[in-house]
């Protein structure tokens, strides 16, 4: 069978859920055993997410093989157990970069360089790239941003250049919204018909259009929409309000989009291949989880999406294990030695946030003496780590000047030090400790145990700085053990305190790790361990 591919677009009003509804299709497609892709075009013209403040775009991901990517790869990740690339993330940014290094070489032979057909023939070579580097039966490309925005026109021509190139083996799924008036008491088709007339102006004519509501759509709006809008009408699906993301896929199904897909496709309707039988089961779990525990968020960055990753591990993680979490954000800016107790004390657990920068780490430093001091689980990611180290040089070997490079350049103990590849680094993006990195466990550690008593993991990294190993002897000889450390560079990758229920740190990031039908063995372990302490 010939690669068939599938351009996810939306219009009225962004956020709509573009990256949850491709998820969910890459998971149907997969549940009937195909192999699928999906990749990721952001209209934005910075090369990367790496360097955007979290408030501007969420949190950063990272790839297995190093590259800084929007949030939606790990919508991706964790529906499909896909390990992605940097094959599935393209901004605008990389487009221009790469045609204007072919014009600086001279391999355009002295044209004029055009966005038509230049930069759209380069949109098309990078929609088509994953299928060239191996065979998938579906390759989905999830375009950002919404229909009319300027930055977008560019990758609207190439999927109508495409769609007219490929015939029967690529189709348009439109999202877009339909809003309920409260006043009116009634639902509204008109965004939707602008929206898909706005498309059409474009060249492109949705295939398949899916209605995002508040509320259940009646057979009337949906026979309103595909008679305006010119699509069958059991290519219109809605999708409502859901109690979780995970049930999307479900819904979907339950409504034949997957079928509507391969029919337009020309693709065999294959069976089911039993791929949604662990996702049953997993909403079953999740359904029965009713008990809440109570975790704590220590971070700077007061936005949902900015921790995304970390909270849908921690909420995988609480649902395999019978409960429900709860996640309470702290604002380590906030935090002082005074009011630290009432904002752990009834908390089961406690996670120290990733970061950089100086804002908000003493209380982070803070929050981590109270987790060790007060025996309460205590996890620590990449900066948060670091903060659990720089607290016990302070408050345990007695350097009370302790502190990072990275925020103190002059401190007498740099227990935290610049990475040596990173000292003649001077541009940021891109720049960083990134990808996945080979880490060999302490036998007979906690987290060995936790990892299933495997001697060598891979996970991934974002960071700059590093435990100074000068120190290491003696963080040891007091009580905290480097029991996970990089076999290539001796960097020291995990610390624990054993004598603890859970006080944990790692350098890389496990969160990226984790998925729906594999949750990661640290967050699992984590809250298996904060459940026995509270009961």
Request: hydrophobic share 35%.
């Amino acid at each position: 069978m010939d690669t068939k591919y599938i351009f996810v677009t939306g219009g009225v009003v962004s956020s709509l859920g573009k990256g949850i509804i491709s998820a969910s299709i890459g998971k149907l497609l997969q549940a009937r055993g195909y192999k699928v892709t999906i990749q990721k075009f952001d209209p934005y013209i910075n090369i990367d997410p790496g360097t955007l403040n979290p408030y501007e775009h969420g949190e950063c991901y990272v790839t297995t093989d190093g590259m800084e990517t929007d949030l939606d790869l790990g919508h991706y990740e964790r529906f499909t157990d896909i390990q992605t690339t940097r094959h599935n993330s393209i901004t605008t940014g990389r487009i221009y970069q790469a045609v204007i290094d072919k014009e600086r070489r001279g391999d355009y032979l002295g044209k004029t360089i055009q966005v038509v057909p230049h930069i759209t023939d380069e949109i098309k070579r990078r929609i088509k790239e994953n299928a060239n580097h191996d065979h998938f039966d579906f390759v989905i490309s999830e375009i950002g941003g919404t229909i009319g925005d300027i930055e977008s026109a560019p990758f609207m021509e190439a999927i109508r250049q495409l769609r007219w190139e490929m015939g029967r083996n690529a189709v348009n799924i439109h999202l877009t919204y339909v809003p309920y008036l409260h006043a009116a008491g009634e639902f509204k088709t008109k965004p939707t018909q602008h929206s898909v007339k706005e498309l059409q102006s474009m060249g492109i004519q949705p295939d398949i259009l899916i209605l995002r509501t508040e509320h259940h759509l009646e057979e009337g709006i949906l026979h309103k929409v595909a008679s305006f809008c010119n699509v069958e009408l059991e290519c219109v699906v809605q999708s409502e309000n859901l109690p979780s993301i995970y049930e999307v896929p479900v819904n979907m199904q339950q409504q034949g989009l997957d079928i509507a897909i391969l029919r337009k496709l020309g693709a065999p309707l294959q069976l089911e291949s039993g791929g949604l039988v662990s996702w049953y089961h997993f909403l079953h779990l999740q359904q029965e989880a009713k008990e809440e525990i109570h975790i704590g968020l220590v971070g700077k960055y007061d936005l949902q999406d900015a921790y995304k990753s970390i909270r849908e591990s921690l909420s995988l993680a609480a649902i395999y294990n019978g409960r429900k979490a709860k996640i309470h954000f702290i604002n380590s800016e906030e935090i002082t030695a005074q009011n630290i107790a009432s904002k752990l004390e009834s908390l089961a657990g406690i996670i120290i946030c990733p970061g950089f920068g100086q804002r908000g780490i003493e209380g982070k430093i803070i929050a981590a003496e109270y987790g060790r001091s007060h025996d309460l689980p205590t996890f620590g990611i990449c900066l948060g780590m670091q903060m659990m180290v720089i607290e016990f040089a302070r408050n345990v070997l007695g350097y009370q000047d302790a502190n990072s490079a990275e925020m103190d350049e002059k401190t007498p103990h740099n227990v935290i030090d610049i990475m040596e590849e990173q000292k003649n680094i001077t541009q940021m993006g891109g720049t960083m400790r990134l990808g996945a990195y080979e880490c060999e466990l302490k036998k007979g550690s906690r987290t060995w145990q936790a990892y299933g008593e495997a001697s060598l993991i891979k996970e991934r990294h974002r960071h700059r700085y590093e435990f100074n190993n000068r120190y290491q002897e003696e963080y040891e000889s007091h009580g905290m053990k480097c029991v996970g450390i990089n076999p290539a560079a001796n960097l020291v990758e995990i610390v624990e305190i054993p004598e603890k229920r859970w006080y944990i740190g790692m350098q890389f990031h496990p969160e990226y790790s984790s998925t729906v039908l594999h949750p990661h063995p640290l967050f699992m372990d984590f809250i298996k361990t904060c459940i026995l302490w509270k009961n």
